[in-house]
């Protein structure tokens, strides 16, 4: 079965640093464009951040030179390093990823979420 987990989620206080990472897992015919999600409590799940195989980057306004997307092709890994954390970042962070599996079309696939607080 493919899977995305992602790890790297805590408490942070205003102004710290965290690194989410998410690797996929399992058989895995094709991997394209991933990114990170978060969903805020009260509120709908927003976009974050994106990323294309060939490294083409986009982000949201509220994080654009704090949040940093990355990713490892060969370990099927993408990262989100998080600067200057504001406590309205607080959210559940998800992983998802477009890709080809065994019997199934091109499609996104979700991680179950990491918590991050931002909190002092």
């Known amino acids: 079965q493919v899977q995305l987990v992602e790890s790297g989620g805590g408490l942070v206080q205003p102004g710290g640093s965290l690194r989410l990472s998410c690797a996929a897992s399992g058989r895995i015919f094709s991997l394209y464009a991933m990114g990170w999600h978060r969903q805020a409590p009260g509120k709908l799940r927003e976009l974050v951040a994106t990323i294309t195989v060939d490294d083409r980057t986009t982000y949201v306004d509220p994080v654009k030179g704090r949040f940093t997307i990355s990713r490892d092709n060969a370990k099927n890994t993408i990262y989100l390093e998080m600067n200057n954390l504001k406590p309205e970042d607080t959210a559940v962070y998800y992983c998802?990823?477009?890709?080809?599996?065994?019997?199934?079309?091109?499609?996104?696939?979700w991680g179950k979420g990491t918590l991050v607080t931002v909190s002092s």
């Open positions: 998802k990823a477009d890709m080809v599996v065994p019997g199934a079309p091109q499609q996104d696939y």
